[in-house]
C-alpha cells in the first residue's frame, strides 16, 4: 500500500510522516549536483548544518524519505509518485534545458572534423590535449565546477558547462 501525503505513516517509497517540520525550518544539502535536492531538505542541528543526512525531508508534503548513502534514486520516485504535477513540471523544465545545451554545444561530428584536420599538427595536439586534461579537472571536482560558476559571475560571463569531446 501506498502512503498518502495525509494518510499512512509509511509507504512503498519509503517515506513517513512527520510533525511540524514547516515551523522548524529545514537546510538544504551542501555541495549537491542532482536536481532533487529542491524539493528535500534536513532538519537542522544547532550549527545550521544539516541533521541525519540520510534521511532528507520533502518540502512540499513533509515526509522523510529514507536516502541510505547517498542514494537518491528514492527522491525522484516520491516526487512522481506523490506530487506528479510537480513531477510533471519537472520533466519539462530538463527537455527545455537540454535542448538549450544542445543548441550552444559542438557535436560530436563537428569536434571529429576538426581533430581529424589538425592532428598532424604536433602544436595543436599539444593544445587540445591540454585543454581536455584542464575540462577534464572540472568534470572530476565539484569544487572548481562551484569555483567556475563564480567566476563567470563575478566577471559577468554566461554561465556555460565544460564538455569533454575525445
Given amino acids: ?11 512503498r517509497d519509503g517515506a513517513e510522516d512527520i510533525q511540524d517540520v514547516a515551523s522548524t525550518g529545514l537546510v538544504s544539502k551542501r555541495n549537491t549536483t542532482s536536481f532533487v535536492w529542491q524539493y528535500f531538505g534536513f532538519r537542522p542541528r544547532n550549527s545550521g548544518r544539516p541533521r541525519e543526512e540520510d534521511r532528507p525531508i520533502c518540502k512540499i508534503c513533509s515526509k522523510i524519505v529514507i536516502s541510505k ?23 519539462e523544465k530538463k527537455v527545455k534545458e537540454k535542448k538549450k545545451e544542445r543548441g550552444q554545444n559542438m557535436t560530436n561530428v563537428e569536434a571529429l572534423a576538426i581533430t581529424n584536420t589538425t592532428k598532424d599538427d604536433t602544436r595543436v595536439s599539444r593544445i587540445l590535449a591540454l585543454s581536455r586534461k584542464i575540462v577534464g579537472s572540472f ?7 562551484r569555483d567556475l560558476r563564480k567566476a563567470q559571475v563575478d566577471h559577468n560571463l554566461p554561465e556555460h558547462s565544460l564538455i569533454n569531446v575525445s
Avoid: D, F
Avoid at 500500500?1 to 509507504?11: L, W
Avoid at 568534470?139 to 565546477?145: A, D, F, Q, T, Y
Fill in 1 to 11: 500500500m501506498v502512503a498518502s501525503c495525509e494518510g499512512e505513516s509509511k509507504g
Fill in 69 to 91: 548513502g547517498g542514494n537518491t534514486s528514492n527522491l525522484p520516485s516520491h516526487i512522481r509518485i506523490k506530487h506528479p504535477e510537480e513531477y510533471q513540471r519537472l520533466k
Fill in 139 to 145: 568534470s572530476h571536482s565539484w569544487k572548481k565546477r
